[in-house]
């Protein structure tokens, strides 16, 4: 078996492809300046403490560059990135919702069951704050208590 020499390299293929990744990362780039705030005022909005919504911004902008840089047709850049963000949102909350029910599976001991019930000073003091609020509410202009009622 005899050899020609080197394989001859598509130098320009190589080319295209490296092209193609820097336009996707410019674009990413892009995107993440115009939208990283918006992205994460939306996740903490949905209940995610800063952390968390720093890491779900983060991991948002990496899923588009990784989709884009697969060949994935992404129609509108912003709809896909707050669609992925709302959904990771719920994954998180999925998550956490399946953890917390897998440390509570074991009932506790009827003795550790705090009461439910408000004691009788509680239940005043929220009987005062309802007629406080009502008299405030009257005091109002009908506009002004539907924009409270909107």
Not at 46 to 52: D, K, S
Not at 84 to 100: F, K, L
């Amino acid at each position: 078996m005899s050899s020609d020499g080197p394989r001859s390299v598509n130098v320009s293929a190589i080319q295209r492809s490296s092209e193609q990744s820097s336009n996707v990362q410019e674009r990413v780039v892009a995107l993440y300046e115009a939208h990283r705030n918006g992205i994460y005022r939306l996740l903490v909005g949905q209940g995610l403490n800063p952390a968390a919504a720093q890491d779900v911004t983060q991991d948002v902008f990496v899923d588009l560059f990784v989709a884009l840089e697969k060949g994935t047709l992404v129609s509108s850049e912003q709809g896909w990135l707050y669609t992925v963000a709302g959904r990771s949102v719920a994954d998180h909350w999925r998550r956490e919702y399946h953890v917390a029910s897998v440390e509570t599976d074991d009932p506790p001991a009827a003795g550790n069951v705090p009461s439910l019930e408000l004691s009788p000073e509680t239940q005043a003091a929220n009987k005062q704050q309802i007629k406080r609020v009502a008299a405030d509410l009257r005091r109002l202009s009908k506009e002004q208590r539907l924009c409270i009622h909107l």
